[in-house]
């Protein structure tokens, strides 16, 4: 590890209270750049740390994969001394971020309302399922739910015949990402102005607008101009293509690439065909386009195929595994694939940030925590002497991480 990370946001300090994907992948970046982020979990840790494979009990793969560069601080805020210990690690914070749901948030009396008039200078994140003043503001919104809810899973039907999910938590990440941008954007708000603010993302919201980008299509006009869907992306054609001895993703996309390829099959004047001539003919046909690509890929195999596509300029690839990418060469030589020493889990396998700064990088400074590994250190820091933390520690208020 190196050392005190210097990233665009050093300096910050995040008191998160997110737990699973949403609010701590939207935590993990703030911490890959820069900020000093100090996860503030219950006496039984987030639930994450049993999601899956683990060489010891909290500490699974994904858990392990989403929560570097943050310390963990194991303490019962239902008891009056937890709340003091949140509330002096509020007061030394810049930002708090929590995925409670608004009822209970208020309950325990650290929504924005009660929380600003004490910390003014604190910016209040809250990761929702639903935004507020509709129906849907204080149900529970999981992956899979809004998967359902925001179109994406019934889109999947043009593929499988049925609704299905995406095979990746996009909705937890998307929205984490969305989280994180927001952050950034309040932060800049407070240095301009020097006012904090309450900033509130929900997950519902954050999918309709990402999935409904392309897919609102006519409905863009009132009236609808024409079908609310984005013709290319649901053509069940569009797929990896099966070739002689494997499969591809192939993607002619400019008038050239697709000249390219005519020329290629053998068929030079599909290019002034009107049904492919342009872009708009080529969406308004492309079930018919992509049948095309899909029976002439069957033809050869898929060397033949990379090495005459790329002489073409037409963007091809091979279809990789997530296994296949611990060996991609790409990723090997960038240096973005990482393995590190953890003190308790062995060799740990990660990656870089994606994000690349010319003056003020984006670092791995600490692996993911075990549960209240740094209960002690952060309690110190918060002014606590060594009689206190074994009290708390006796009592139950607060958990240590013991080897």
Not at 169 to 194: E, M, P, Q, W, Y
Request: with cysteine; charged share 20%; hydrophobic share 40%.
């Amino acid at each position: 590890m190196s050392g005190p990370n210097k990233g665009p946001l050093a300096d910050l300090r995040v008191a998160d209270l997110s737990s699973v994907l949403f609010g701590p992948y939207c935590t993990q970046l703030l911490g890959d750049l820069g900020a000093e982020v100090i996860k503030v979990e219950s006496l039984d840790g987030d639930a994450l740390r049993s999601a899956g494979v683990a060489h010891h009990p909290g500490m699974a793969g994904s858990f392990v994969n989403t929560n570097r560069n943050k310390r963990s601080l194991a303490v019962d805020l239902k008891t009056r001394e937890g709340r003091e210990v949140l509330d002096r690690l509020l007061a030394r914070s810049d930002v708090l971020v929590t995925n409670i749901r608004r009822k209970p948030l208020a309950q325990l009396g650290l929504d924005h309302a009660s929380l600003a008039p004490r910390f003014p200078s604190l910016i209040h994140c809250s990761a929702t399922g639903y935004g507020q003043g509709g129906p849907y503001e204080d149900d529970p919104a999981f992956d899979d739910t809004t998967q359902a809810m925001c179109g994406l899973a019934s889109l999947q039907t043009a593929f499988c015949g049925e609704p299905r999910y995406v095979a990746s938590a996009v909705a937890d990440k998307i929205s984490g990402l969305t989280l994180a941008l927001a952050v950034v954007a309040a932060i800049r708000h407070r240095d301009v102005t020097g006012q904090a603010q309450s900033v509130d993302v929900s997950m519902y919201e954050t999918m309709v607008a990402f999935t409904m980008l392309e897919h609102l299509s006519g409905a863009a006009f009132d009236p609808p101009a024409g079908p609310m869907v984005y013709p290319r992306t649901t053509s069940p054609h569009r797929r990896p293509y099966r070739t002689r001895d494997g499969y591809l993703s192939v993607m002619p996309y400019t008038d050239r690439h697709w000249a390219s390829f005519f020329r290629t099959i053998g068929q030079p004047g599909l290019a002034h065909d009107a049904r492919f001539s342009s872009m708009a003919a080529r969406t308004a046909n492309i079930d018919e386009l992509y049948g095309l690509l899909a029976q002439e890929m069957e033809r050869h195999t898929s060397d033949w195929w990379l090495k005459t596509l790329k002489a073409n300029d037409i963007p091809a690839v091979k279809v990789q595994t997530p296994q296949d990418l611990l060996n991609d060469r790409h990723l090997l030589d960038t240096g973005f694939i990482r393995r590190d020493p953890h003190p308790t889990e062995g060799t740990v396998v990660g990656f870089e940030s994606p994000m690349r700064f010319g003056q003020s990088p984006a670092q791995l400074t600490r692996l993911a925590p075990n549960l209240g590994e740094h209960s002690a250190e952060i309690l110190a820091e918060l002014g606590y002497n060594q009689s206190d933390i074994d009290a708390f520690s006796g009592r139950g208020i607060i958990k240590q991480f013991s080897a």
